[in-house]
């Protein structure tokens, strides 16, 4: 009975892992949105590195409320990103994180459509 509460306490703390980084991505695509339509930003570009959401090019203060720390899954690991565009011509941002389980590469967030 305990070695199956501490399984479940395991699979629960993981869920809720999954659930901050999944939150966590969606919060930098908020960043970049902020950062694309911020009028220092006269070209309208989007953020090359995620780093440019804490030190943009253009200046200015970061866009994130913690800087590098929020540029970070709760694994210690870096977001990944990746633009796509649709049949209609539109840029989509992606933004998510990758971890292995069991062997399976396992991705939370946005990712792109062939990653999914």
């Not at 840029?91 to 967030?109: A, D, L, P, S, Y």
């Amino acid at each position: 009975m305990i070695a199956f509460f501490c399984v479940y306490a395991v699979l629960a703390a993981d869920s809720g892992l999954e659930m901050v980084a999944r939150h966590k991505a969606k919060c930098l695509l908020a960043a970049s949105e902020a950062y694309v339509i911020c009028p220092a930003n006269r070209d309208g570009k989007n953020p090359s590195t995620l780093g440019d959401l804490v030190k943009p090019p253009f200046g200015g203060t970061s866009f994130l409320l913690n800087k590098e720390k929020d540029l970070h899954d709760p694994w210690g690991m870096l977001f990944l990103q990746a633009f796509e565009v649709d049949d209609k011509g539109f840029v989509w941002h992606r933004i998510w994180t990758e971890r292995e389980v069991n062997g399976t590469v396992k991705r939370i967030g946005y990712p792109p459509k062939g990653k999914r």
